[in-house]
């Protein structure tokens, strides 16, 4: 780096600690036995323009308040006729090539590399092969431009022609394998045939031999990263030059890449420079400029003594042009920026140069929370979703994520499961979808739920408890119409195989999606669900139950239908169950809060016989009506059926009483205990 910035009187220790500091992360420092520092650098993907010795030292300088040079490549005396008498470029494919130059070194002799560029070579683990191929190698680490090298004698007709690739038409690549080519890859090609797939691997036919090529063209383009990233990918590439041209190469970087590399190989080899270049630039570069505000500056950062000035200082260290404009400043960004486009990223920009560590720490401001437990109104739907997805997870479920597309039939078979008034019979289909076998927006979660579950019990898992929280498109509306008029959000879950933390071991069944549900409706809603009988052809006969919420429809649960397994490879047991968020918001009641006692609870246990028909949720209705005094909790401890007299059931109820303001005496207790069994056996002539 030090070509570029005066960093000479810098540590290393120093120079590694700044780069961390502003987002290039440095893994190691090294000194190699020829007394250089080697600093192994992790460049995120989207600052290609640092996957560079020049653009890694323009930001460190910025940061640490030095000279950065620039170092512009100075450009190498041309001593021969002009260039275009000897070789020429077309360029077919202007959209995916926009710039493409090319210089050429006649009478070159065989020659080695400077020793200083070969120990710079080896520091970076690469092999140093002659003068000329050496030279493209220093420019793409130098500068971030990589170049191509062809033997211009072996270059039919002197002519470079950037086009698409024939059908049926191969390359032999310089890593020894043949390639059939693709019709949309790119290729460099002279009059008769390829001669490389452009921006990611020359070929052998063209290919620089050491000892007796004599003439060098020089090539140097800029590529687009989509076509690239393609071309890479469809023939299991990976290369230097592919991974930037992939990210976004600099443009305007390519004379400085040809002039280097030139005046290399004129140093190391000797030869002819022909005078000038060829440059295809139809479209030239032109800046984009950015606003950034001083208001939106402090806002963003937290930097009230940030000034604009220093703002400013920055910027134009990083390369930007700027100039003031009262409370803002306008930034050009430069030609190796492209991921510079709004004016966030120029507040990143300033933020890191000028030090994260100098924002200051604050907790936000307590206006600004919006508290779940306390609001009597129906809270944002992202709380809704955040409290389903805290009591799912404190219930034992693993979070899924699937994706909102299906095919067209995928969740047609449930139907409208739900059973809401406003459904929309067919699913929402998209114009341009991500997958052609997935063209719609689902209606139900259940259906992708199912299938992380049959991918789950086809990996080997015994015990299966998932959860999804997600929009769906189940409500029909007019074209045009706004995206929360056809969305709603629900809550699916669903166990299969062993219950979760059972002992004995044990298959779920539906009182565990049962005991879920209740738990997560009282925790969104405060509301005591009810479930009753339910008949759906995507349940079980026998085995589906409605959920309502304050006298309205909130969801359903039930047990997969033995038909689906073998469709779907799902395990034995799958119970699931699917919520309407929206309908949980809306029945949501104001929470009392009262202050925790600090006197011991006292705990009874009543065992009563009652009829079949009696439900639990008829139970906690006969405690409720009670209104016993001081009663916490109620919790049924066991049922037990006697298998010779199936009509009559015990049922053990555990009664926690706790007073505010003292310790209960067991006689008041007992009197409480005493009422409830005679509410029970007015109601429902239950027997102690």
């Known amino acids: 780096m030090g070509d570029y910035a005066h960093l000479d009187s810098v540590d290393a220790g120093e120079i590694a600690d700044t780069a961390n500091e502003i987002g290039l992360e440095i893994g190691t420092v090294e000194r190699t036995p020829s007394g250089d520092t080697v600093f192994d650098a992790d460049v995120t993907p989207n600052r290609p323009d640092a996957m560079n010795h020049r653009g890694f030292a323009r930001d460190v300088a910025a940061a640490l308040g030095v000279q950065f040079e620039g170092w512009r490549a100075p450009a190498p005396a041309a001593s021969g006729p002009p260039v275009g008498e000897h070789a020429a470029v077309s360029v077919e494919v202007p959209d995916r090539c926009r710039r493409f130059a090319a210089r050429m070194i006649r009478g070159i002799s065989p020659a ?61 690549c310089l890593d020894g394998v043949e390639r059939e080519l693709h019709p949309e890859d790119v290729v460099v090609a002279d009059e008769r045939r390829a001669l490389s797939l452009a921006g990611v691997i020359g070929g052998v036919d063209s290919a620089i031999v050491p000892g007796r090529t004599r003439n060098v063209l020089l090539e140097a383009a800029w590529w687009d990263p989509v076509s690239i990233r393609r071309t890479a990918r469809r023939h299991g590439l990976h290369t230097d030059a592919s991974h930037r041209y992939e990210r976004g190469a600099d443009v305007e970087a390519i004379p400085d890449g040809l002039a280097l590399a030139s005046a290399l190989v004129l140093e190391s080899a000797g030869g002819e420079l022909l005078a000038g270049e060829v440059d295809v630039y139809p479209a030239r570069f032109v800046p984009r400029v950015v606003r950034l505000r001083l208001a939106r500056l402090a806002g963003l950062t937290g930097l009230s003594d940030l000034s604009l000035a220093r703002a400013a200082e920055i910027l134009e260290r990083l390369g930007f042009g700027v100039r003031l404009a009262g409370d803002a400043l306008d930034a050009a960004v430069p030609s190796w920026r492209p991921d510079v486009a709004i004016e966030e990223d120029l507040v990143e920009e300033v933020a890191r140069i000028h030090g994260y560590s100098k924002i200051p720490f604050a907790l936000p401001p307590a206006e600004a929370l919006s508290p779940l437990y306390l609001s009597a109104g129906a809270p944002a739907p992202r709380e809704i979703d955040d409290r389903a997805a805290d009591e799912a997870r404190e219930a034992g479920l693993f979070e899924a994520m699937n994706f909102p597309f299906v095919g067209p039939g995928a969740d047609s078979r449930p139907g409208n499961l739900l059973g809401k008034e406003a459904y929309r019979p067919e699913p929402l289909r998209v114009t341009n979808p991500l997958d052609a076998g997935r063209p719609c927006l689902r209606r139900l979660l259940l259906p992708g739920l199912l299938e992380s579950v ?4 086809r990996a080997g898992r015994r015990s299966i408890a998932l959860f999804e929280i997600g929009r769906v498109w189940d409500r029909p509306a007019p074209a045009g119409a706004d995206p929360t008029e056809i969305e709603s959000r629900h809550f699916a879950a669903a166990l299969a195989g062993e219950a979760p933390e059972a002992y004995p071991v044990r298959p779920v069944d539906l009182l565990d999606a049962k005991g879920i549900v209740r738990r997560l409706v009282l925790a969104v809603s405060g509301e005591e669900p009810l479930f009753e009988s339910e008949v759906a052809d995507a349940l079980a006969a026998s085995a589906a139950l409605r959920v309502s919420v304050a ?47 600090r006197f011991p609870a006292a705990d009874v246990d009543v065992t009563v016989s009652c009829g079949p028909g009696v439900t639990w949720s008829d139970v906690e209705a006969a405690i409720g009506a009670a209104r016993l005094a001081h009663l916490e909790e109620a919790v049924l401890l066991k049922l037990y059926v006697d298998p010779a007299r199936p009509e009559s059931r015990n049922v053990t109820v555990r009664l926690t009483f706790r007073a505010p303001d003292r310790t209960l005496s067991q006689e008041e207790v007992n009197r409480e205990r005493d009422r409830l069994m005679e509410t029970w056996q007015q109601k429902f002539g239950v027997k102690a």
């Open 454 to 457: 049959s991918a789950n019990h």
């Open 112 to 172: 080695a590399s400077p020793a200083l560029w070969r120990r710079r070579m080896d520091a970076l683990g690469l092999k140093s092969i002659d003068a000329a191929v050496d030279a493209t190698n220093i420019s793409l680490w130098g500068l971030g431009q990589p170049l191509h090298a062809f033997d211009a004698d072996r270059v039919a007709g002197g002519r470079l022609i950037v086009r698409l690739a024939k059908a049926g038409e191969k390359l032999r």
């Open 551 to 597: 006298g309205r429809p909130a969801g359903v649960l039930g047990r997969i239908p033995e038909g689906w397994r073998g469709e779907m490879a799902l395990p034995a047991a799958v119970v699931v169950a699917e919520l309407d968020l929206g309908a949980l918001s809306r029945a949501r009641r104001p929470v009392r809060l009262a202050e925790y006692s």
